[in-house]
């Protein structure tokens, strides 16, 4: 092995335990019992917490609701479209990270009822829980941009690091035409909660950084469109990226929702303060309008009174636990919490579940409780990232204090992304993360 890889080897070993935060296996004392626990959703959250209470309790009925056959590494996206892993990168098989004991139900969830606690499949098989815990991730609404559809990925300039392994490939492909011939890049993010708020940002450095090593930013313009006044939802992570936005000579429009897009004139149209206004683009990352999944959104969990028409279960922000319906928790990117949309925030929320649920079955108090902790290894360059890790109150918790610098641009945040971070994630899914 070259000193090289060697260094690489040892570096993603050492990170690997932290990349999405600090380490925290799962508890050992096992407690039993003969509830039954609906989990819809084997995402992230939804596998990582089916081994945990897999492993915590003895005799309990453990059901898991998700129709789809793929499990998607959705980090590995942005490295997919930036032709720096292939599409296979973050496809593996669902049941493979998921344990022997618990049953798998291979429907989506079609109709929640937590009055009579039950859950509907697509083919109206009903389900009866002690206990649900809602996983289902959320539902990217490109119809919700006029003109939009996730055929137009790949053509006429029309990029979505988003929608699949496969989309982000073809994204690739138009970036790395683009960052050949120049012309005007056209970056954006929805007015929505999303998840992973960073990813936007990253991928319009990593395009501006392709176009400067092919020599070609000269002929390249890059508009950021903002959907607010600011660029990320942290004021002191905001104002550096704000910075190097400026450095980098990026043209920043701020209050800009992306509403349509017309792929034969190559415009998209956005909403802003004074009306709706045209930009032109040779390449743009569309990033859809993000909400709960309907089987959510129309149940009686979500919030009355926030994220209105989004659908994000009413839990609270410390137990996760609902606050309607006791039996009810939710956790990853479908909790109606105030942080928390990363895969790095399902590895904090995940054994919060699992502590205040086992506490709930015991006649306990639960003791662990979620911090809105979210980690965004921000990409500035190939090679380079920001670790921006922060919680709740918008005070930023790095992992490595004195080590790490958050805001600075480091090799080593960048290795916590491209090597570390997959290793972790995969830990997590097994619920030894
Ligand atoms: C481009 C991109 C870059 C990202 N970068 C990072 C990063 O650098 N770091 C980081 O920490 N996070 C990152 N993330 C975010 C991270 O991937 C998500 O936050 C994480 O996957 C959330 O886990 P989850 O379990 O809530 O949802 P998911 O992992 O999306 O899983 C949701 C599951 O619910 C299922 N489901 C949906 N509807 C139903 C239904 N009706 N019935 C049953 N099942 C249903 C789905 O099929 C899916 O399997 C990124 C995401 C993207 C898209």
């Not at 950084?209 to 092919?214: I, L, N, T």
């Not at 149209?269 to 999944?293: K, L, Q, W, Y």
Request: aromatic share 10%; proline share 6%.
């Amino acid at each position: 092995m070259s000193f090289e890889l060697d260094r690489r080897a040892f570096l993603a070993a050492a990170l690997g335990a932290t990349a999405l935060g600090a380490a925290r296996p799962a508890h050992a004392q096992r407690v039993a019992t003969s509830a039954k626990i609906v989990i819809i959703g084997a995402g992230a959250a939804g596998s990582s917490l089916a081994n945990r209470l897999a492993a915590r309790l003895d005799g309990a009925e453990i059901t898991i609701i998700d129709a789809r056959k793929r499990h998607l590494y959705q980090p590995g996206f942005t490295l997919i479209a930036s032709g720096l892993k292939p599409a296979g990168y973050s496809v593996s098989s669902t049941s493979d990270w998921l344990p022997r004991a618990v049953n798998r139900i291979e429907e989506g969830a079609a109709e929640i009822d937590p009055e009579a606690k039950t859950v509907t499949t697509d083919s109206g098989t009903q389900v009866s829980y002690d206990y649900l815990v809602v996983a289902a991730g959320l539902k990217l609404n490109y119809d919700q941009i006029e003109g939009m559809d996730v055929g137009l990925i790949g053509k006429d300039g029309i990029g979505s690091v988003y929608a699949s392994p496969e989309a982000a490939e073809a994204t690739w492909r138009e970036m790395d035409r683009f960052t050949d011939e120049g012309g005007v890049g056209l970056f954006s993010r929805p007015a929505t909660e999303m998840k992973c708020a960073g990813a936007p940002l990253k991928y319009t450095f990593l395009t501006d950084d392709y176009a400067r090593r092919k020599g070609n930013r000269g002929k390249t313009e890059i508009i950021y469109a903002a959907h607010s006044k600011s660029l990320f939802g942290v004021p002191i992570v905001n104002e550096k990226v704000r910075m190097l936005y400026g450095e980098r000579g990026f043209d920043t429009r701020y209050e800009h929702v992306m509403k349509a897009i017309d792929p034969g004139r190559k415009v998209a149209t956005f909403a802003t303060p004074e009306g709706d206004r045209e930009i032109p683009f040779d390449f743009t990352n569309v990033i859809p309008p993000m909400s709960a999944p309907d089987v959510i959104r129309n149940s009686p969990l979500p919030w009355a009174d926030k994220w209105v028409g989004q659908g994000y279960v009413e839990v609270d922000q410390y137990t996760l636990r609902h606050n309607r319906y006791p039996e009810v928790f939710a956790a990853g990117d479908v909790a109606g919490v105030p942080k928390g949309k990363t895969a790095a925030s399902a590895k904090w929320q995940v054994p919060v579940v699992e502590d205040q649920l086992v506490a709930q079955i015991a006649g306990q108090e639960g003791t662990e409780t979620y911090n809105g902790y979210t980690s965004c290894p921000l990409i500035t360059r190939v090679g380079r990232a920001m670790l921006i890790e922060f919680d709740y109150k918008n005070n930023l918790v790095p992992s490595f204090p004195g080590v790490i610098a958050p805001l600075e641009e480091l090799w080593v945040s960048w290795l916590m992304k491209e090597i570390a971070l997959k290793a972790t994630y995969n830990a997590m899914l097994r619920g030894r993360a």
